[in-house]
């Protein structure tokens, strides 16, 4: 399978997912390929991005597939797709797999909480225990309703870090594929397990993805 | 730490309409840059950046090297509350700068129900509100666009309007701005030298006199200033400036394609068409450069889809051949192209087909009457014949989806007419029976009728608005003649059609109604889940003001509001059409001959259609 390793970041990580289908297919037109399509009474071009990501989270880490009709130099067709996309998004590496995406089993990321006033005493010490704990139960919001969900089976590995007086950083791995964690859910949970020590802002960036070995899934 | 507008990002549907940072946006170094435009549309961002203009006049304005023009859209209503929560001010999407920065603010504006979008971005950018409040050289505002054309419930908050169309004269305006800036003009000095440019209307020059009856009796223009201002026109459209190279949205807009103009002004004379009358005369684009232009474009943007837009697509000479051309084009590279605003003849109906291969779209008609008796008086030359034999044609060809577009309360129209409508229906669906070569799905009309809004430059300009209640009794009339479940009707809010023919001829003193709206907290009035018709009555009442009178007959020798300004048609041809639609009597459409609309004396040597 042809795929893309590429970044999302900057005022790019407002894109939406369906957006950033839309964009890449653009992208490849504008590169000077294109992209096979679909058959069916509406063609389209035909992309897939491995996982969803949240709109405002940033990625070092997004994998798209794609379909050529005709043959192609990868370092080639990553310098032109990068002149193409806009700022924030750009091709890393342009490679073919034979693995299948459900290998792809983890997630490392990293979520940034700032306290504005400053990180409270004793809150680092306190996430750390609070993600010790034996279960994490979490009210979890979707479309069909509100409904309760331990993550703590869903996050093999998470440190808390201070990189500086105002911030915190939770630096985790947590399932991606069936079941996945979204790594904001880390913030709900201080929110209610720990309110005393909730940031005044959270935000989250994919650093890598991940096979069941620990490696980097590509 | 995370800026106050990314905190707030997370928070507000489709976020990445208030960033910036598409393919090909212009970002230019500030400290290069003499004079500084916030161009701003006064609607969402899916809306403006679909507008065609305001991607040519960003074009235009950007080719300017001491010039850096930005974006600006009305946020959404959540937006709108957090940034008065967190007193956020409007910022352009380029530089992320706030729009009190900004050294000239421009509105394009193209429907009257964005009106108070215009006054809410002001307040939102922490602008002063009213032009003589803003004493400065900075913060001028200015707007254009299809609906400045009567510019009078506008004019206390902008302090001026560029008539017509803007590829020069906006180039003339910004280069003015720049020399009064470089010598530090008074903002008084620079309104004199601007309304000196053709096709500049500065407001405060013009005192507006009403009678008792609240009519005009005169307007009196100070010295020195133009009586009348004739809008302005390109006068060779192959030469005119075009971006080929334009923004790529990140996310869905409404137009979400490339764009192409075949042509400007219509040969046609529908007598209810504001567009029809206010873009004459006609001029087109050769096929060789809207072909150089469809394919620069498309390669530039990276598009899958081209529109080649324009009032009546079927008049445009060399469709033929530039279809053909273009369809060799896109065919190969799997891009759809679309024509819409073809007419129902018989080319036409070949052209549908095979503009159908790449992608079948929809059969839609606009016969606006239901009788020819009225569509005679509206000038509409579609018959029912041709309607019906290109459904038979696409009913043959496999299609089942018929959208029709109606009005109701167009002048001298009658329940007969208003029955007819159900009748036409009602024999499409016989077409339907006898010819569709697929029946297995059914057949789907949708069928819309719209509330008649007498616009300003037509002739229709005097005629009167039926009021709401009369307007409802036609739906309901129409709504019971029609019961196929084949099909969809669906018609117009009447409340806010009725305020846009308030608001459409309305004069100077509505600025005080529109102002008190926005205080009662109306905006985003085109869009059903903000409009607040409670509030403009509230804000009608307040300012002693009645929409009924906006909306009645206005008096064959009436001044006008918009009196000052010229699109280029005469009042005396406007009138001498209002008499004959009142007899029922055609107008032959521009090529038969011409019926000496005026709008030629605005063209080289004469010239129109040539």
Known sequence: ?218 | MTNLLERILPTVQKPARYVGGEYHQIVKDKGTVRVRVAFCFPDTYELGMSNVGMRILYGVMNEMPQVWCERVFAPWGDMEEAMRQHHLPLWALESHDPVRDFDLIAFTVGYEMSYTNILNMLKLSGVPLHAADRTGLKNIVFAGGACTYNPEPLADFIDFFSLGEGEESTVEILELYDRAKAENWSKAQFLRAVAQIPGMYVPAFYTHVYKEDGTLREIIPEDGVPKVVTKRIVQELDKAYFPTRQIVPSTEIVHDRSNLELFRGCIRGCRFCQAGFCYRPIRSKSPDVLCKQAEACLEDSGNHEITLASLSSSDYKGLEELTGRLLDYCEPRKINLSLPSLRADNFSRELMLRLQKVRKSGLTFAPEAGTQRLRDVINKNVTEEEILTTCATAFSGGWNNVKLYFMLGLPTETDEDVLGIAELAYKIIRVWKETASNKKRGLSINLSTAYFVPKPFTPFQWAEQIAPEEYLRRVHLLKDAIKSRSVDYRYHEANLSRLEAALARGDRRLGAVLERAVELGARLDGWDEYFDNDAWMHAFADCGLDPAFYCREFGADEVFPWDSISVGVSRRFFRKEYEKARRGEITPDCRQGCNGCGANRLGREGLCDE
Not at chain 1, 173 to 194: G, Y
Request: include cysteine.
């Open chain 1, 1 to 218: 399978m042809n795929r893309l390793l590429f970044e999302k970041c900057g005022d790019a990580v407002w894109i939406s997912h369906l957006d950033l289908m839309r964009v890449f297919q653009r992208a490849f037109r504008r590169a000077g390929y294109l992209l096979k399509h679909t058959g069916g009474f509406n063609q389209h071009a035909y992309v897939s991005l491995a996982l969803p990501l949240s709109v405002g989270t940033e990625s070092r880490c997004e994998i798209l597939e794609f379909e050529l009709d005709e043959p192609f130099v990868p370092a080639a067709l990553r310098e032109r797709l990068n002149a193409a996309l806009p700022v924030g998004v750009r091709v890393l590496e342009v490679y073919d797999s034979p693995r299948k995406l459900k290998e792809l089993t983890h997630l490392h990321a990293q979520v940034v909480l700032e306290y504005d006033g400053g990180v409270p005493a004793g809150a680092e010490a306190g996430l750390s225990a609070l993600f010790t704990r034996e279960t994490l139960p979490v009210e979890k919001r979707s479309k069909k309703g509100v409904s309760q969900v331990d993550i703590k089976p869903m996050l093999p590995s998470i440190r808390v870090e201070r990189p500086e007086d105002c911030r915190l950083l939770l630096d985790a791995v947590v399932c991606a594929q069936n079941p996945s964690l979204n790594p904001m859910l880390l913030v709900t949970a201080i929110e209610t397990h720990t309110p005393e020590w909730k940031p005044d802002f959270a935000k989250c960036r994919r650093v890598e993805v991940l096979a069941a070995d620990g490696k980097p899934f590509r």
